[in-house]
């Protein structure tokens, strides 16, 4: 760590910065240590954290709106490393450097997109899935990278055997969605092809999430199939709709708002819950 007295002779971008680097390592180790609380510092870094929170309170470094948020999340910490008890509870002091960390890398401009999650779970062992044999989904040209990997997370928390994914489908493996899949990708089969390739075996049953179907509440979910998520701006390709029709047709989510919809990755949350629930 970088000595106070250098630290205070930083100008305010870089001295943000580097305070912003101290706290996210240490929420790093605070979140991959055993015990999960203060013991995991020695009393230098202690003294450290406290005398930079100090510093950056003292200085004339934010907005006023941040500088105040910045002083509820350094009280939370300077209580949550003076606890009386030895056990000092994790989430309350990686909260405060949580927080710590977003303000300071705010005020230097650095924009909410670029921030990295700390992943709490280290690597994820595909050995522990639950996995429903035949719970599949096709995504057809998901264009975010967000959805793409929010997509990922939602089907292996609810035990999709497979995912595949159109040709125009944005790549898994970008870091936005690798960021949002929190390791997920890793662990869950997938690969790129037209849903309509000759398949290797007797082909599942297809459904659609789409408008105009089936009331959520009321689908037949079959204990195999592929569920079929389509494009944030036009749905699914009309092409796929027809083999779906054919099939199983469309599952729709009943919404009460003016805008009548939900983003793609909310929508597949919501079925792969429902459908998961009614085969377990």
């Given at each position: 760590m970088i000595p106070l007295y250098k630290l205070e002779k930083l100008p305010r971008i870089q001295k943000l910065r580097k305070i912003?680097?101290?706290?996210?390592?240490?929420?790093?180790?605070?979140?991959?240590?055993?015990?999960?609380?203060?013991?995991?510092?020695?009393?230098?870094?202690?003294?450290?954290?406290?005398?930079?929170?100090?510093?950056?309170?003292?200085?004339?470094?934010?907005?006023?709106?941040?500088?105040?948020?910045?002083?509820?999340?350094?009280?939370?910490?300077?209580?949550?490393?003076?606890?009386?008890?030895?056990?000092?509870?994790?989430?309350?002091?990686?909260?405060?450097?949580?927080?710590?960390?977003?303000?300071?890398?705010?005020?230097t401009g650095k924009d909410q997109a670029d921030w990295d999650f700390t992943d709490i779970n280290g690597k994820l062992d595909a050995e522990k899935r639950q996995i429903f044999k035949g719970m599949q989904v096709?995504?057809?040209?998901?264009?975010?990278?967000?959805?793409?990997?929010?997509?990922?997370?939602?089907?292996?928390?609810?035990?999709?055997?497979?995912?595949?994914?159109?040709?125009?489908?944005?790549?898994?493996?970008?870091?936005?969605?690798?960021?949002?899949?929190m390791g997920c990708i890793g662990i869950i089969p997938w690969e790129r092809r037209d849903l309509f390739a000759a398949p290797d075996k007797e082909p599942l049953p297809l459904f659609a999430l789409e408008t105009g179907g089936i009331p959520l509440a009321e689908f037949p979910f079959p204990a195999q199939g592929i569920l079929i998520a389509g494009s944030e701006e036009l749905g699914v390709s009309p092409q796929t709709l027809v083999a779906a029709d054919a099939s199983l047709g469309r599952l729709s989510i009943p919404c009460y708002g003016t805008k009548a919809s939900l983003n793609v990755s909310v929508a597949f949350g919501i079925a792969l819950q429902t459908w998961a629930q009614k085969i377990n």
């Open positions: 912003a680097k101290v706290f996210t390592m240490a929420e790093v180790r605070l979140s991959q240590s055993v015990r999960k609380d203060a013991a995991v510092f020695t009393e230098a870094e202690l003294v450290f954290f406290t005398e930079a929170a100090r510093l950056l309170a003292n200085d004339n470094l934010f907005s006023h709106d941040a500088h105040n948020l910045f002083n509820e999340a350094a009280d939370v910490f300077a209580a949550a490393i003076t606890a009386d008890s030895g056990e000092t509870p994790s989430l309350l002091l990686r909260r405060a450097l949580n927080q710590i960390k977003h303000i300071l890398l705010t005020e096709y995504m057809e040209d998901i264009r975010s990278p967000f959805n793409v990997g929010a997509m990922f997370r939602t089907a292996e928390s609810f035990g999709v055997e497979k995912i595949i994914l159109s040709p125009f489908c944005a790549d898994p493996r970008h870091r936005r969605a690798e960021r949002t899949a």
